[in-house]
């Protein structure tokens, strides 16, 4: 079981280290998309003409609207840079060399790790049946992290495409409109920003879900292929802030079926921290270590007690 209540992915040191590589690429992407936009607008940008009016007796100087001396040509090539700056960083070297992909492969083999340690501890057969370096090394094996490579490009180059969209949108109306290279520039500084929230949530999502994915992977080939009768428990993260119907499946066994089914409904996989642990099960479909279950059913119990207190009390203050 793992250590940790509120972790129990075990993933923070590798979710805080992809979090820290993904800052470094915004910092990059919004630093030269800044610079850039300094250059380029600031050389097409004419001073506004400032006039006077008189409201109330008092004088005011009114500042009017940029006046760009760009054609199209030469904003489509602005907006053709800006968009290689995003690529440059987000996701240069396609899926064979996808810096994220390490990341997510990483998390996968975690996960298979794990999977082989503690079905190895539940079951001598699978110890006899069984290596690390066999699963490691197999075709399967192989052809699932080239599964994930290819769909975490796919979500990256989404999540790319979608800021080249804004920043294009943004630059475009600046443009037309006459905001000024400096409010330009902090504009979409903004939407990068927003990017960047978005993107460390995209890989939260990811890493986790490699993990998991590992261990529905390594479960159902042992159930096929050595016999053995297993199971998926599911153990929640018990946060203040989780999600009732994922506390609700703490402590409760699945097929890997009915967990794969779960994550593809009403985004129960995104900002997930819950984890699904393999278990050994007897011919009525229960597990050897019945005690351990029912601890955590009664921890599920007593978070939503806790949930109910916190709740009346925010009512009655």
Not at 91 to 119: P, S
């Amino acid at each position: 079981m793992p250590r940790s209540k509120n972790n129990p992915t075990l993933t923070n040191k590798q979710i805080l280290q992809m979090r820290s590589e993904i800052q470094k690429r915004y910092r990059k992407i919004k630093l030269s998309i800044t610079e850039y936009l300094n250059l380029s607008l600031g050389y097409y940008a004419k001073e506004p003409t400032k006039t006077a009016i008189f409201i109330d007796n008092n004088l005011y100087v009114v500042n009017a609207s940029v006046n760009y001396t760009i054609d199209g040509n030469q904003l489509a090539r602005v907006l053709t840079r800006i968009q290689e700056i995003v690529d440059e960083n987000l996701i240069n070297g396609g899926i064979e060399k996808f810096w994220a992909g390490k990341f997510v492969a990483d998390m996968y083999q975690m996960g298979t790790n794990r999977a082989f340690q503690n079905l190895s501890t539940q079951s001598p057969l699978y110890s006899q049946a069984t290596s690390l370096e066999s699963l490691l090394f197999s075709d399967a094996y192989i052809r699932r992290i080239g599964l994930a490579y290819t769909a975490t490009f796919n979500d990256w180059k989404g999540l790319a495409d979608n800021l080249k969209s804004e920043l294009n949108s943004v630059l475009s109306g600046a443009v037309a409109r006459g905001i000024n290279p400096r409010e330009t520039a902090d504009i979409i500084s903004k939407r990068i920003d927003i990017s960047h929230s978005r993107a460390k949530a995209l890989a939260q999502t990811e890493q986790v879900g490699a993990l998991r994915q590992a261990t529905w992977d390594e479960t159902r080939r042992t159930q096929e292929e050595l016999g053995l009768k297993t199971g998926l428990l599911h153990m929640s993260a018990l946060k203040p802030n989780s999600r009732a119907t994922h506390v609700a499946r703490h402590g409760k066994i699945y097929t890997v079926e009915q967990v794969e089914e779960w994550y593809e409904e009403n985004g129960n996989r995104f900002n997930c921290y819950c984890a699904q642990v393999a278990v050994l099960l007897n011919e009525k479909g229960e597990p050897y270590n019945q005690s351990s279950v029912d601890r955590l059913l009664k921890e599920a119990d007593e978070w939503e007690e806790q949930t109910k207190r916190a709740s009346k009390n925010e009512v009655k203050t």
